[in-house]
Structure formats: C-alpha cells, structure tokens
C-alpha cells in the first residue's frame, strides 16, 4: 500500500486541480473500457452485429461509452484551450521548437524532462487529444451510417478500428512515461 500512497502523491503534484485530475482519470477509464469492450464486440465482415444477447448489448455498451468518451474529450480540450493556448500543445505549428530540442536533449543525456508549457509532455497531450478527435469523429460518422443501414456504414467502421490503434498506442507510451516519470522520482512522493 504505500506503493499506492506513493503513487497518489505523485498525481496530486503533477495534477494539483481537482477537477483536472478527475477529467484526465475519467478519460483514460473510459478509453481502457472502450479498448477492453470492443473485444468483445463482435459483427460479421459486412457489419451486422453477430447473432446473440451479448453481442448486442456489447455494442450498446460500446456507444454509450463511447458517447461518455466523446463529452470527456470535449470537456478535457474545454480545459486545456481555457488555461493554456492552442500553441501550448502544438508549438511545432509556429515554428517554437527550442523546448522541445531542450526537453529532447534532456532525454538523450538520460534525464526526464519536467513538464513545462510547449515541453514534449504538452506536446504529447496535443497528440493524444488530435487522435481522440480523429477515432471519435470515425466513430460518430461510422454510427450515424449503421443507424440508417448505410452500405458504407463498415467502411467507417474499419477506418474507426484502425485509428484506435493510434490511441492504443498513445495509451501505452503515455501510461508507461507516466509510470517510469514515478519510479524515477517516487522518493520524492513516499
């Protein structure tokens, strides 16, 4: 338990608003939900929903998460655009690489760079919500075609199960970031 403590700590400090904090968890729960719930998810290669109780109400499970999902997002960009600008998260955009050449720089010499604006982390939090908006937009696209038996509602459906990879891999790079940035600096939080 104090591994858990630990960890909690270290939260806090790097998310000290609440509400942040609540939104960025709420978010990843509801991502690695959807990942885990479209596992179980199963539709022929036309895109009907296979036979069965359970493959229905995973679906449903699947659009009502997925719905949740998209107000998370749109709640966490809300959050991001009011406390910080658009250049924060994209500063490659405007020609201001000089921190992220320091926090890459860092990296090379074996040091984790802080979080700092227009640093690799923020950079990397632009990345993740540009991937959401690009699975969600799929996804909303990909629903409003199979609600009205669309004969390219698969189509959308297959290019929404490609672009989630993009935040499976997000996930994966981010979550293990976040936990080696930790195991680094848990001392600090014991």
Known sequence: MPLLR???RY????FPNVGLRHLHTTLAGLIILQILNSNLLHMTHTGVVKAGMFNTLFLWVHIVLGSLTVLATIGMIIFMLTKQSFKQFFPYLFGENAILKDDLKQILKGKLPEPREQGLGNIIQGLGIGALILIEAAALIWLVLWLNHSPYANDAREIHKSL?????????GHGGMALLHFFIERKRFQ
Do not use: D, R
């Open 11 to 14: 939260i806090v400090h790097y």
């Open 164 to 172: 989630t990879g993009l935040i499976e891999a997000y996930l994966i």
């Open 6 to 8: 630990s960890f909690w």
